[in-house]
């Protein structure tokens, strides 16, 4: 076999994978709602009646909030045990992991998107009260 017959039948797979992807979108319903891919899709300028294609947005919309959220989750465990190895008792009553914006931003950064949050903005109950303090 030479390499172009090489070349056509894994094009020839490839096409028939793509198709039997195309083909199960039809019957699946993503997370993320049609209407909601077909309004951000048209906002951006973007029309197509095919389902099947709005369908393909919303699965990967949906792996990248995935992706961002299992990466915050990583750095809020990272956090949590970066407090922990502070402490001196190892032991925590409460093993509840509590993420944070600096989590969510930390994992948005590493996919290129900056997060800016209004100086108001609190992470935790303390946060305002230094301020407070001084207006009293």
């Known amino acids: 076999m030479n390499h172009n017959q090489q070349s056509n039948e894994v094009r020839h797979d490839d096409e ?28 951006s300028g973007f029309q197509c ?7 393909l947005v919303a699965v990967a919309a949906q792996k990248f909030v995935s ?5 915050a989750l990583q750095h809020c465990k990272a956090r949590q045990a970066a407090v922990v190895r502070d402490k001196k008792e190892k ?15 930390k994992a948005l950064q590493e996919y290129g998107v900056n997060v800016k949050h209004q100086e108001y903005f609190a992470d935790n109950p303390s946060a305002g009260l230094e ?3 001084r207006d009293e």
């Open 131 to 133: 301020s407070a303090a």
């Open 67 to 71: 992706d961002i959220a299992i990466d």
């Open 16 to 43: 028939n994978a793509l198709s039997d992807f195309l083909a199960s979108l039809t019957d699946y319903t993503p997370t993320i709602p049609d209407e909601l891919v077909e309004h951000y899709l048209a906002k």
């Open 91 to 105: 032991q925590q009553r409460d093993k509840r992991l509590i993420m944070n914006m600096e989590d969510l931003s």
């Open 49 to 55: 009646p095919d389902v099947r294609l709005t369908r």
